[in-house]
């Protein structure tokens, strides 16, 4: 009885490391369609599907003159949309997922360019990533607190009393980059449409950027100096890093 199940232990372990994990072999035969189908499995023999085997697996062909798919053979099934992206994302894990459906999206039709876009992007690692991505949607969430989803009283559970906060002469104000510098510009111009661009930027400037100093400065600024018509609205940018600024502007 022992010996038996000694002698099945031993067959088992044999039929594991026989055993092709199709996660391996499907993402090669799409990448290399004209490899041939049995040198492939052969190679993924024994191997269990991860980012890195796969990375491996790929520079393992690229590597040598592997045999190619007779004339003979179907070709492999091609993959939906939607298929070729798990597979874009299974392959580049770290990659920004809204930049590989664009590229995917764009490329769906023409599977020899995708599989270049593919192959370069494993070599080179010079794309976008999922760490970016995820603070990316962070400060997503964070902007429309203050914009399309502002709430009061989630603002003061964060500022208690904003008013005594913002015209603080003393807090600390860090200098604005462009862009945050553009975006208080553009709701300035909006807010106070009958004053000239050249006054409102004067103001910015001269209240070290300070948002709420520069509202009431212009909030005061004399009627005879004023334009005859309101200044059409320009459009607001859709995106800003800035949390800050919009905590002031909210």
């Avoid at 607190?145 to 906060?165: H, M, N, R």
């Avoid at 603080?168 to 661009?197: E, Q, T």
């Amino acid at each position: 009885m022992a010996e038996e199940h000694i002698l099945g232990q031993f067959q088992q372990e044999n039929n594991a490391e026989e055993e092709v994990d199709n996660r391996l072999v499907q993402p090669l035969m799409e990448i290399f369609p004209e490899a041939c189908p049995q040198f492939l499995r052969q190679i993924c023999k024994g191997k269990r599907h991860s980012p890195d085997v796969l990375n491996s697996l790929m520079g393992e062909i690229l590597d040598v003159d592997y045999p190619k798919r007779r004339k003979t053979e179907s070709a492999p099934y091609r993959l939906n949309a939607s298929e070729q992206l798990e597979q874009m994302k299974s392959i580049l894990v770290d990659a920004d997922p809204e930049y590989l459906q664009m590229h995917c999206d764009r490329l769906i039709d023409n599977p020899d360019y995708l599989k270049a876009f593919v192959s370069q992007a494993i070599e080179t690692r010079n794309y976008p990533t999922l760490k970016k991505y995820l603070r990316k949607k962070q400060l997503s969430a964070q902007q429309k607190q203050y914009t399309s989803e502002f709430s009061v009283a989630k603002f003061l559970e964060v500022i208690p009393d904003p008013f005594q906060y913002f015209a603080d002469s003393k807090r600390k104000v860090n200098g604005l980059d462009n862009h945050s510098h553009h975006y208080a510009m553009c709701y300035l111009r909006n807010k106070f449409a009958l004053v000239s661009v050249r006054s409102i930027r004067e103001s910015f400037i001269k209240n070290e950027e300070r948002f709420l100093a520069t509202c009431k400065e212009l909030e005061s600024y004399p009627s005879f100096k004023r334009l005859k018509s309101k200044r059409p609205k320009v459009v607001m940018p859709s995106v800003i890093q800035n949390i800050p600024l919009l905590q002031e502007i909210a």
